[in-house]
Nanobody, 114 residues
Framework: QVQLVESGGGLVQPGGSMRLSCVASRSASRFYAMGWYRQAPGKQRELVAL???????TYADSARGRFTISRDNAKNTVYLQMNNLNSEDTAVYYCYAGGTGSAWGQGTQVTVSS
């Protein structure tokens, strides 16, 4: 069973930037889609961004134009570059990998606050 390990979360000021990374324990190329979801307190988990093996991307409206998702199959890693962060981006961010099966990371906290 594949394991996904996120890193890069923490505290950032409004308007700041942060990059999340997610490393898969197995070949990332086996997963058609990899990406990020987030869950804020009291809210449902929501899609942030996805990227396919063909590098097609999907973004939530709230992320489009500010966030960039990328993947490096050679490193079994997917990244989320987040710019111009605001308080509404505060959430636990979860890495996701999907294909014939699916897997989730344990989550990393992102807090946007002054």
């Amino acid at each position: 069973q594949v394991q996904l390990v996120e890193s890069g979360g923490g505290l950032v000021q409004p308007g700041g930037s942060m990059r999340l990374s997610c490393v898969a324990s197995r070949s990332a190329s086996r997963f058609y889609a990899m990406g990020w979801y987030r869950q804020a307190p009291g809210k449902q988990r929501e899609l942030v961004a996805l990227i396919t093996t063909g590098s097609s991307t999907t973004y939530a409206d709230s992320a489009r134009g500010r966030f960039t998702i990328s993947r490096d199959n050679a490193k079994n890693t997917v990244y989320l570059q987040m710019n111009n962060l605001n308080s509404e981006d505060t959430a636990v961010y979860y890495c996701y990998a999907g294909g014939t099966g699916s897997a989730w990371g344990q989550g990393t906290q992102v807090t946007v606050s002054s």
